[in-house]
């Protein structure tokens, strides 16, 4: 995978988090300014959609056939500003082709729901919203 599509793919990772945040929550956080931070002490705070996507592939791509496998993405409870901060994990596995990630999406990324996004207007645990993820592509299931 070239870096220029690695760059649209996370482009596309970051609408899809957001989605599955509303998705969980109940709210619409298309006005919403993005915020987003490597969970590691000392990462500095990016802001700016297109700054999140440059330090994001910056820290996953090393070349078109190593790109680190498995790397969390929580989207976490927006604050009164509207801010809605996004923290980025990457564990410790070597960088390997661009695939099927732990997820069992394309991909490396991994989305995950801080404290506070659920709010109880969703009922998260019924088979019809575990369904709409499926369909939104948002969630897969792993066939062993």
Not at 53 to 75: A, G, M, Q, R, W
Request: glycine share 10%.
């Amino acid at each position: 995978m070239s870096f220029e599509d690695f760059l649209k793919f996370v482009e596309k990772t970051i609408e899809e988090l957001i989605l599955y945040g509303q998705l969980h929550s109940g709210k619409d956080y298309l006005d919403y300014a993005l915020e987003f931070k490597w969970d590691v002490q000392g990462a500095n705070t990016v802001s700016d959609r297109e700054n999140m996507i440059f330090e994001i592939s910056d820290k996953v791509f090393v070349s078109p056939n190593k790109i680190y496998p498995c790397v969390d993405l929580t989207i976490e409870q927006p604050t009164q500003e509207k801010k809605l901060r996004i923290l980025g994990r990457r564990a410790g596995y070597e960088p390997k082709e661009f695939g099927t990630g732990w997820s069992n999406r394309p991909g490396p990324f991994i989305y995950g729901i801080g404290k506070g996004i659920i709010t109880g207007q969703v009922k998260t645990d019924s088979q019809e919203f575990t369904k709409k993820l499926i369909d939104l592509g948002l969630l897969h299931y792993r066939v062993d």
